[in-house]
Nanobody
């Protein structure tokens, strides 16, 4: 059974940083293409960044240069380092396969960027 558990969200001021974690069980992250997604209030869920099994990364234009996706194979954990946060980054952040499997959406972790 696949389980993806996100954590690391919180309240941060504009310009601040957060690191999100996605702990996986039931799958091996390094052989899958995985993504970080987010859903802002009143908006559809969107793909923020993804990383292939080979370690190739890609980012949405809105976060390019500010966010970094990475993976710790030993811990079977994926990360999203978020820097220079703006209020527009406020959302619930989720990890999932890319493309996503509906059954694997977790509870997500809420990121609120506000002064």
């Amino acid at each position: 059974q696949v389980q993806l558990v996100e954590s690391g969200g919180g309240l941060v001021q504009p310009g601040g940083s957060l690191r999100l974690s996605c702990v996986a069980s039931g799958i091996i992250l390094r052989v899958n293409t995985m993504g970080w997604y987010r859903q802002a209030p009143g908006k559809e869920r969107e793909l923020v960044a993804h990383i292939t099994g080979g370690g190739i990364t890609k980012y949405a234009d809105s976060v390019k240069g500010r966010f970094t996706i990475s993976r710790d194979n030993a811990k079977n954990t994926m990360y999203l380092q978020m820097n220079s946060l703006t209020p527009e980054d406020t959302a619930v952040y989720y990890c999932n396969f890319k493309p996503p499997y509906g059954a694997n959406w977790g509870k997500g972790t809420l990121v609120t960027v506000s002064s």
